[in-house]
T-cell receptor
Framework: ETGVTQTPRHLVMGMTNKKSLKCEQH?????MYWYKQSAKKPLELMFVYSLEERVENNSVPSRFSPECPNSSHLFLHLHTLQPEDSALYLC??????????????FGSGTRLTVV | RKEVEQDPGPFNVPEGATVAFNCTYSNSASQSFFWYRQDCRKEPKLLMS???SGNEDGRFTAQLNRASQYISLLIRDSKLSDSATYLCVVTRVKELVFGTGTRLLVSP
């Protein structure tokens, strides 16, 4: 099993659909993240689950809903998306806590197209 | 002002050249610093952490200047396989903040 696994790799959905992105990490990390990457923009943090605490970027629309049932699994539920939501969605995990940050390990991402 | 600023490039260099990227950050409270590499349509991958004393990993050397709040990455003897986007990353409390990246193209 690779470190961080994301499914699906590609997703095309209509604006009225409901879909979910899945992420699983096998690294023993205790924090997981959702990032959005649009063309020519920096990675945008959407949600963090760290040490059983959820932190969210207040600018993320409510049509994106995260779920983290345990420290190894993370979902992003999508509903009534807009074309501007088309982007690469990246899951990451890390070890949280302590004074030193060791960086994130990213999954391979889901390339989402909203039509 | 962006929290992390990078020259987007592209930097076009021939094989064997030495190339340097700089990055500035605005949050003086940032404690950890990294360079990530991202290939086209792939996920970012950690290239190296950046320590106050500077650190080297093979052909790659990273430097941190806390007083001026900038980070650099030097690549010696460039290879074709070094062509990618290099992301400068700093911490904001416990989260990572990414720059938009600098694109490097190494040509034969």
């Amino acid at each position: 099993e690779t470190g961080v696994t994301q499914t699906p790799r590609h997703l095309v959905m209509g604006m009225t659909n409901k879909k979910s992105l899945k992420c699983e990490q096998h690294l023993g990390h205790n924090a997981m993240y959702w990032y959005k990457q649009s063309a020519k923009k920096p990675l945008e943090l959407m949600f963090v689950y760290s040490l059983e605490e959820r932190v969210e970027n207040n600018s993320v629309p409510s049509r994106f809903s995260p779920e983290c049932p345990n420290s190894s699994h993370l979902f992003l539920h999508l509903h009534t998306l807009q074309p501007e939501d088309s982007a690469l969605y990246l899951c990451a995990s890390s070890h949280a806590g302590g004074s030193v940050h060791y960086g994130y390990t990213f999954g391979s991402g889901t390339r989402l197209t909203v039509v | 002002r962006k929290e992390v600023e990078q020259d987007p490039g592209p930097f076009n260099v021939p094989e064997g050249a030495t190339v340097a990227f700089n990055c500035t950050y605005s949050n003086s409270a940032s404690q950890s610093f990294f360079w990530y590499r991202q290939d086209c349509r792939k996920e970012p991958k950690l290239l190296m952490s950046v320590y106050s004393s500077g650190n080297e990993d093979g052909r790659f050397t990273a430097q941190l200047n806390r007083a001026s709040q900038y980070i650099s990455l030097l690549i010696r003897d460039s290879k074709l396989s070094d062509s990618a986007t290099y992301l400068c990353v700093v911490t904001r409390v416990k989260e990572l903040v990414f720059g938009t990246g600098t694109r490097l193209l190494v040509s034969p």
